[in-house]
C-alpha cells in the first residue's frame, strides 16, 4: 500500500506547508510527518508528556484540509495568548478581528485559499 497523490494535490498540500513552515517547526502541540505508505499525517503531541496525543491524527487528503487545521490551530493559539482558552467560535468581535488580522498574513501567501478563514469562526 502506498499512497499516491495526484501531482496538482501534493505540490498545494507542500506550498501550505511552505507558508506556514515556521509555525509548523516550532509549535510543540503537533507535527506534520510524511508516510510512504499513507501520506502526509497530522499528528497531535501531548506536550506535557511529550508524547503522541490520542486526540488527533488524521491523514491529509487536500491542501485546504490541511490549511483549514492549521488556521484553526493558529487562532487557537491567538485566542490563549489573549488569555482566552475559547475555541474561535465562541471569540468576540474584537478577538475575531485580530485573529483575522494576523491569519491574513499567511492568507496573503495563498490568495487561492483567501474564503478559508471563514471556517475557523463556524462550528463543525
Request: hydrophobic content about 35%; aromatic content about 10%; overall charge negative.
Amino acid at each position: 500500500m502506498k499512497k499516491e497523490y495526484d501531482t496538482s494535490v501534493k505540490e498545494a498540500i507542500e506550498r501550505v506547508m511552505s507558508v506556514f513552515s515556521e509555525y509548523i517547526k516550532t509549535t510543540p502541540y503537533f507535527d506534520i510527518v510524511w508516510s510512504g505508505k499513507v501520506g502526509y499525517i497530522y499528528i497531535s503531541i501531548d506536550s506535557c508528556r511529550g508524547t503522541v496525543g490520542d486526540m488527533d491524527c488524521i491523514v491529509i487528503d487536500s491542501p485546504e484540509e490541511l490549511l483549514d487545521k492549521l488556521l484553526y490551530e493558529m487562532a487557537v493559539d491567538i485566542m490563549e495568548e489573549g488569555g482566552h482558552d475559547l475555541s474561535p467560535v465562541e471569540a468576540s468581535a474584537l478577538e475575531r478581528a485580530e485573529v483575522e488580522r494576523r491569519l491574513n498574513v499567511y492568507l496573503e501567501q495563498l490568495p487561492e485559499y483567501q474564503d478559508r478563514i471563514s471556517f475557523v469562526f463556524e462550528r463543525k
